[in-house]
């Protein structure tokens, strides 16, 4: 869908009475678009948590690993909560891996540790993303940074309550760290034309000690706390939880190194609680939402207008990070190394030069001139002048 004709479209309002003033973000809705299917090709869209432009996203996977379509309205079990970096699902995703929260009998696979859900039971806000999952009794949370996220799990009383992280295929690898309640791994997964070093690095900080601990290769769980294969995951899991405690995980990623993880979990995060992040989310949201005023309208109009302004701001993502000097840095597909400078992904020229790309230069001028410095960096590093910005994409 062309977000940025339907939110013209939407601006054109024939006032039909007075709305009660909200804030902005209270008006997404990120379910929108996401009852669709391969067949119909009809909204293609995924309920996307995060920060505008942020590096990462962050969405409940209720389709099969691979498939372009993560999340479909219509569908009843999630298998998973994935870091996304998805612009659309014909171009599919990338460097993804997903955690999900199980009680009961330890497992791991998609199709085991699946869990029934209700739309009554679900909040989703950019900022913000909540669910019951009843097979599990285990409630999830998600708020997100740019390059970080907070989750909070909130179990029954049970003595086998899980954390099931999932690198997912193609060449991933996981370790367990118990003396610091931590799990680091990364993803290769692409859709080609990446170097051969391409890698999204994470890693998740727990709040409480692992009772027991688990690593699997593929289908099976295997003795050690480190392992690297074809598709490799963990399993962490806690006893004597009383019904509402809560597990809660800082997550973080770098597409540069596991210490640029570390890092970007430190200076993103840091000692926050999760209603800080989601505050701030909230806040960020509100001040990017309310570049763009638009009265006159239905409640239905409101919802319609910021819910495609909300889609127009996520990409193209950002692709850089901060290093330790606090410098402008970012992992360059074209040459598989860190490099100076900044660095966007996840837009086709072919559509948005007609539309987007000028909206965001009246409307958000300093970020627009950072995805101009981006591409400088993509024309400096071999790529030309890119027609699919998109690190899978290196034409």
């Keep these: 869908m062309n977000w940025s004709k339907a939110l013209i479209a939407a601006a054109i309002f024939v006032a039909t009475g007075t709305v009660k003033a909200q804030e902005p973000v209270s008006y997404v809705n990120p379910l929108m678009g996401t009852l669709s299917k391969f067949e119909l090709s009809n909204g293609n869209t995924y309920p996307a948590i995060g920060r505008p432009w942020g590096m990462n996203l962050w969405t409940p996977q209720t389709g099969r690993m691979g498939d372009g379509w993560a999340y479909k309205y219509q569908d009843d079990k999630i298998v998973g909560f994935k870091q996304t970096h998805q612009p ?42 909540k669910v019951y999952l009843a097979d599990a009794d285990v409630t999830t949370e998600i708020t997100p940074t740019e390059r970080a996220a907070l989750f909070r799990f909130t179990f029954p009383q049970t003595d086998s309550a899980y954390v099931i992280v999932d690198a997912i295929d193609r060449g991933s690898y996981v370790k367990i760290i118990p003396s610091e309640n931590k799990i680091i791994g990364y993803s290769t997964r692409n859709s080609g034309s990446v170097p051969e070093n391409f890698k999204n690095y994470f890693v998740i900080q727990f709040d409480k000690k692992f009772d027991y601990k688990a690593t699997w290769d593929e289908d099976k769980f295997t003795g050690k706390d480190e392992m ?29 190194s596991f210490e640029q993880a570390e890092l970007n979990l430190k200076s993103e995060i840091g000692t926050k609680d999760f209603e800080a992040i989601k505050n701030s989310g909230a806040n960020e949201w509100n001040n990017i939402l309310g570049r763009v005023k638009v009265s006159g309208g239905t409640d239905e109009q409101m919802r319609t207008f910021y819910s495609c302004l909300y889609r127009m701001v996520f990409f193209p ?17 074209y040459t598989g190394k860190a490099e100076p400078g900044y660095k966007f992904a996840g837009t086709g020229f072919w559509d948005t030069f007609r539309a987007l790309y000028p909206f965001l230069h009246f409307v958000y001028p300093s970020i627009a001139t950072e995805m101009q410095q981006g591409l400088i960096s993509d024309f400096k590093e071999g790529a030309g002048c890119p027609n699919g910005h998109h690190p899978d994409i290196a034409r």
Excluded: C
Aim: charged content about 25%.
């Design 88 to 129: 659309s699902p014909w171009m599919n995703d990338y460097g993804y891996f997903a955690v999900m929260p199980a009680t009961g009998k330890m497992r791991f696979k998609e199709e085991d540790r699946a869990s029934w859900f209700s739309h009554k039971a679900e909040v989703a806000q950019p900022h913000y993303y």
């Design 228 to 256: 690297k294969s074809k598709h490799a995951g963990a399993v962490i899991g806690f006893k004597g939880l009383k019904r509402g405690d809560v597990v809660n995980a800082k997550i973080a990623s770098s597409f540069i």
């Design 317 to 333: 993502l950002k692709m850089y990070e901060k290093d330790a000097a606090g410098k402008i840095v970012h992992y360059s597909p």
